[in-house]
């Protein structure tokens, strides 16, 4: 390694990735909270540029409401919801007259999303924007990884931390992350079962990973591991993943039921209420219509124009779960209590794009790969970046015990 760099593992479309700037057909700075680092805030308080510095006074302040390092300050959007910072040829007027290196943490980063395991920094990105999205999903090969060299950067920019080695997780699941990891992305992308059987399995291993570290057996965990691979190369678990029925009815309404619970809050991703209203509308779902008549259609749906689909494109959901994987260090999603609370996040994800891609079948008679990556990128604007809606989602499910692996088997087969 040379000077600052640093041996990075990314995803392999992470190569490719650049930023399309004003030919984006979205934009990252509309609509969203932006949170401001406080060093970069100390730094636009010390700047002394007369076209900027009264407009950085007005529009970036402080947080008053359990402000820290990261999110110190924030900028405040016009009633557009545009950031004022935004020139009408969609540029940033921070980068464009002082340079990256005034942009905040949050701005610098994104789409990008930085982890550190055992020392080595991960890269990846998060799907909310349209040009990864397209790099990650459409790419009919497995995704693979590759340990490149890079600058590092900056280093505050790192979201999480795992060090298997720690000693305070001697005798718990996190010493086997990497042994974890590498089960999950294998069995994701075993494209010998069906993506809903592999989501399935992943589940019924999670469930047992559970119990062993509820139970102090962490250290068993290797033997689990090899046990599963056994089954799964053997075809043994064939027969009990053949007997879980589907049940579209009851999937149809859970899974509306957590869909509306986004809509209290404010919407402002017109791309997603888009895909959204074709969903009802091909579904034909209206407060007159019955559940077993809206069921039968969404069940119609699925047979008719989704499922062929995805018979010759299921790599994107495929490339969509494995990417939430790597970038959220599953199963230790640092926001979920447990390891199961982060497989049953896992499936929402899943469960939630696949309950819209089905309605938008039936409303366009059919599914092309843009349509997929549109619904995509949009429900990870409006679903992944909202904390306060997956946490009244899990919420929901612990609440009506719905939390278990037979509910989690419901929301995936069909």
């Known amino acids: 390694m040379k000077g600052n760099s640093r041996i990075i593992l990314m995803p392999r479309y992470m190569a490719n990735f650049k930023c399309t700037g004003p030919g984006c057909e979205d934009n990252c700075c509309i609509g969203w909270r932006i949170e401001v680092d406080e060093e970069t805030y100390k730094k636009y308080r010390r700047l002394r540029r007369p076209e900027l510095a009264p407009l950085l006074e ?3 302040t402080r947080n008053r409401s359990n402000p820290g390092p990261r999110r110190y300050a924030k900028i405040r959007l016009k009633p557009d919801g545009w950031c004022p910072f935004l020139t009408d040829e969609r540029l940033c007027q921070l980068q464009l007259v002082l340079g990256e290196e005034y942009l905040c943490n949050t701005c610098y980063v994104y789409p990008r999303n930085f982890n550190e395991v055992n020392g080595v920094i991960e890269k990846s990105a998060t799907l909310s924007c349209p040009e990864a999205a397209k790099l990650a999903l459409l790419d ?3 995704m693979e990884f590759d340990e490149v060299e890079e600058q590092l950067g900056r280093p ?3 979201k ?4 298997t080695l720690d000693l305070k997780w001697s005798g718990r699941p996190q010493r086997y992350f990497w042994e974890l990891r590498v089960f999950a992305v294998d069995l994701l992308q075993n494209r010998a079962y069906s993506l809903e059987d592999r989501l399935i399995l992943l589940g019924m291993f999670c469930r047992k990973l559970a119990e062993y570290a509820e139970s102090g057996r962490a250290r068993e965990i290797p033997d689990l591991i090899n046990t599963y691979n056994r089954l799964l190369d053997g075809g043994a678990l ?3 993943l053949a007997g879980i029925p589907a049940q579209s009815t009851i999937q149809m309404k859970l899974l509306k039921e957590l869909a509306d619970q986004r809509f209290p809050l404010v919407v402002k991703n017109t791309r997603y209420l888009e895909c959204f209203a074709q969903c009802l509308h091909g579904l034909q779902y209206t407060q007159e219509a019955g559940v077993e008549e809206i069921g039968e259609r969404y069940a119609a749906a699925y047979a008719d124009y989704y499922r062929p689909f995805m018979e010759s494109h299921g790599y994107i959901l495929e490339h969509y779960l494995v990417n939430h994987v790597f970038k959220n260090l599953f199963p230790f999603d640092f926001d979920r209590n447990t390891v199961f ?11 939630l794009i696949k309950l819209i ?3 938008m079948s039936a409303f366009h008679k059919g599914l092309e790969p843009e349509l997929a990556v549109k619904l995509i990128y949009s429900f990870s604007r409006t679903v992944e970046h ?3 809606y997956l946490n009244r989602v899990l919420d929901l499910l612990h609440a009506h015990r719905y939390d278990t692996m037979a509910w989690m088997a419901i929301m995936i087969r069909n």
């Open 160 to 163: 999480s931390r795992l060090n």
């Open 386 to 388: 909202n904390t306060a």
């Open 341 to 351: 609370d982060s497989y049953i996040m896992l499936v929402v994800h899943y469960a």
């Open 357 to 359: 891609l089905i309605g």
């Open 140 to 142: 009919p090969r497995v």
């Open 238 to 240: 064939r027969e009990s």
């Open 58 to 60: 007005k529009a970036v």
């Open 156 to 158: 505050q920019v790192i």
